[in-house]
């Protein structure tokens, strides 16, 4: 596959070109319970997006012109499912490579009666080459794996490649939220972005904003907090 998407499917000249062979993700081994299965085989036709599709066009695939979320690496769906449905006039569309949470988020969102969601399975660094420049409101990245081990940091990803590849699928005002409960994630995120051209952060260079009421409470929080971890959130606005 081509490091790069056809002109007619994001036309920016300067996209990032990624390395091979450093993921920032471990697929996790786990079967899929009936019910994801049976959602996956309900809905994947319906819900579902593939690379194969071709470009991934907001507009044509939610057929409406609404404010659209990108979540990457949503877990089991439970949050982005709940987002869509407090929120019907936004366009929800979420990656994650674990199958059983793909078919999980089917489930719920099946069971919720919502129609504002969109699902891939794809890694989401080949997913975002197919989205078009400027085509995005925001984006949200909740505990992404932290790669707590130094020599693990390279597989973070959050690096200056996927913040420019974000800004170039962000409308102009658009935001990128990420949330974390490891600190050294924390600061790592903020070293990064802060120093990202094309972006501001709403809090202030160095700064974390308070936790946003609209981001439900998830396992992941819960977790960090027994830990005795804190939690952390940071927004930045693509102001070029």
């Not at 996209?15 to 309900?42: C, H, N």
């Not at 006039?89 to 009666?113: D, I, M, R, T």
């Not at 946003?212 to 005795?228: A, C, H, I, Q």
């Amino acid at each position: 596959m081509s490091d790069t998407v056809p002109a007619d499917q994001a036309s920016a000249a300067d996209k990032p070109v990624y390395r091979r062979g450093i993921k920032s993700f471990v697929i996790r081994a786990g079967r899929l319970t009936k019910g994801q299965e049976l959602a996956l085989e309900r809905k994947w036709d319906e819900w579902g997006v593939e690379l194969t599709d071709g470009a991934i066009v907001p507009t044509e695939l939610f057929g409406r012109d609404a404010h659209t979320v990108l979540e990457i690496g949503f877990g089991m769906g439970q949050s982005l499912v709940k987002m869509a449905e407090t929120a019907p006039e936004k366009n929800y569309f979420g990656v994650e490579v674990h199958l059983p949470g793909v078919g999980s988020a089917l489930n719920l969102a099946e069971e919720a009666g919502i129609e504002n969601l969109r699902v891939s399975k794809d890694d989401a660094i080949e997913v975002l080459k197919r989205i078009p420049d400027a085509s995005i409101d925001t984006v949200q990245l909740f505990f992404p794996d932290p790669w707590h081990k130094k020599k693990h940091h390279k597989r973070r990803i959050v690096q200056s490649e996927f913040a420019q590849t974000l800004r170039r699928i962000l409308k102009p005002g658009g935001i990128f939220h990420m949330a974390t409960d490891w600190e050294n994630y924390m600061e790592h995120m903020l070293e990064v972005m802060d120093a990202e051209e094309g972006y501001e952060n709403i809090a202030g260079p160095g700064q974390c904003v308070e936790r946003p009421s609209d981001r439900p409470y998830t396992k992941f929080e819960k977790r960090g907090e027994n830990k005795g971890h804190g939690v952390w959130d940071m927004k930045y606005r693509k102001i070029s």
